[in-house]
């Protein structure tokens, strides 16, 4: 098995000797993996590479002061595009994250895999996994280094983004010296912190607090006082007005509850779809209970698709999640 740092070369020497990339991130991206894209598609531009940028939709509205972050194209609403041989998947812990934007790989198409997700499978031709990294966007930090380019504002903030979002604001158990360290040198480079923290931490729109209040007057507790759970709707959404990323740090309240291990919110797809969002207190692994229905992520925070209804979603998850305290 590859050390980290031959990993490292591995993938510099992909990024040099090839073309014409597709650079895609999960369904339903968050500042990580927009982010991470537009990282990759920075350094693609500082080394005079074609490429394109795509997500299966579109990207949260919080995250268009990044650096060319309308170039990242939105399938729903994209013209075919052809097919890649050369693709760079980043923060997708399984192929299947990719979603429908691969329609555009080559059936031969040699793919790059970027991840920090401890249930990576290691589905690329190359692979640069760290499961440690507190973010995909520390990876690139890393990554990065290994190019003579000139870092700049744009570059840094993009970093700093991805670092901040996923380690909660440098509060979650991930946030480890590295990380800061890293984070002393974008400051340096002028990333505007606090500015950032607000728009992307404390800010909410009107949507968000509406489908919050929806999601609350669900808030149900096991009799242990151990699980927590909310869900939401398609109609709440609508009612609301509310966007998949208006659904960002909901799980975070039934989990904050004192006493709560695990908590949890569904969110009704359609009458035979939930998205499941586990967060854990440190008790349970949720990556690996996350599996169980074929999802992934990482210990303390990660998801799963199940195609069931509401009503049966529950009480199958709520009996892992007693399983595994």
């Not at 994250?97 to 249930?119: K, S, W």
């Not at 507190?134 to 890393?142: G, K, M, S, V």
């Not at 008790?283 to 209804?309: P, Y």
């Amino acid at each position: 098995m590859q050390s980290y740092e031959q990993s490292l070369q591995q993938t510099r020497k992909y990024l040099l000797e090839h073309d014409d990339y597709l650079v895609v991130s999960h369904v339903q991206p968050d500042g990580d993996a927009v982010s991470s894209t537009l990282a990759v598609g920075w350094l693609l531009s500082c080394l005079g590479k074609k490429y394109t940028m795509i997500n299966e939709g579109p990207i949260p509205t919080r995250m268009e002061y990044l650096w060319h972050s309308s170039d990242i194209v939105n399938m729903s609403t994209a013209e075919s595009l052809g097919q890649f041989s050369n693709v760079i998947c980043v923060d997708c812990a399984d192929f299947q994250r990719v979603g429908m934007t691969q329609r555009y790989f080559a059936e031969d198409a040699l793919i790059v895999n970027i991840d920090h997700h401890p249930t990576n499978n290691g589905y690329g031709y190359v692979n640069l996994i760290k499961p440690d990294a507190a973010a995909t966007a520390e990876i690139l930090f890393d990554l990065l280094k290994m190019f003579e380019v000139e870092w700049n504002i744009d570059i840094a903030t993009a970093i700093y983004t991805g670092l901040l979002t996923d380690t909660g604001g440098f509060r979650y158990s991930n946030t480890s010296s590295k990380v800061m360290s890293a984070v002393s040198e974008l400051l340096a480079l002028g990333v505007n912190g606090p500015e950032l923290a607000e728009t992307l931490l404390e800010e909410m729109t009107l949507p968000q607090v509406k489908v919050l209040n929806r999601a609350l007057d669900t808030l149900q507790l096991s009799p242990e006082g151990d699980i927590a759970w909310v869900y939401v709707t398609p109609q709440d959404m609508m009612d609301c007005g509310a966007a998949n990323e208006d659904l960002e740090g909901i799980v975070n309240y039934p989990r904050n509850i004192r006493g709560v291990e695990v908590g949890i919110l569904f969110k009704v797809i359609h009458d035979h779809a939930v998205k499941v969002s586990l967060r854990s207190a440190g008790k349970v692994d949720v990556a690996a209970l996350a599996q169980i229905f074929g999802g992934g992520g990482h210990t303390r925070a990660a998801g799963a698709r199940i195609e069931a209804a509401l009503e049966q979603v529950i009480p199958q998850v709520l009996k892992e999640v007693r399983r595994y305290l």
